[in-house]
């Protein structure tokens, strides 16, 4: 099945918002309506759909994405000033290592949703 690929799909309370935030991120708009709209991160998209009852303290959405260099994208975010706490939302941590595991951050947007950034390996 060449051409495939799968895309995140998180919820935004408020587009405007959420546009604003990704853009601070250094995301960009590929599309944008009423009900639907694509963010990129270069060659990553992410896709937002309209959720405006969201409690973002109870959002149990998430995403992963991998990159050879976490470093830069984590320096890229950081820009971003984000609290690096672990109960602020957002909030930027730094990156960390858990055992059998490959080098990764996380970041929390506006919306409670969670990223894991992930350092992309051979294995």
């Known amino acids: 099945m060449t051409g495939a690929r799968i895309t995140a799909n998180l919820p935004s309370r408020d587009f405007d918002r959420t546009e604003t935030f990704y853009h601070r991120l250094g995301f960009e708009t590929r599309f944008r309506n009423d009900g639907w709209m694509i963010l990129a991160l270069g060659d ?28 830069a994208l984590h320096a890229r975010f950081a820009t971003a000033d984000l609290p690096e706490d672990d109960r602020s939302i957002p909030r930027l941590t730094t990156p960390f290592q858990l055992q059998d595991a490959p080098r990764m951050f996380a970041l929390v947007d506006e919306d409670g949703s969670l990223w894991r950034v992930l350092e992309e390996t051979e294995a």
């Open 44 to 71: 990553a998209l992410v896709e937002f759909f309209p959720h405006p009852k969201l409690d973002a303290r109870d959002s149990w959405f998430s995403a992963c994405l991998r990159s050879a260099d976490i470093d």
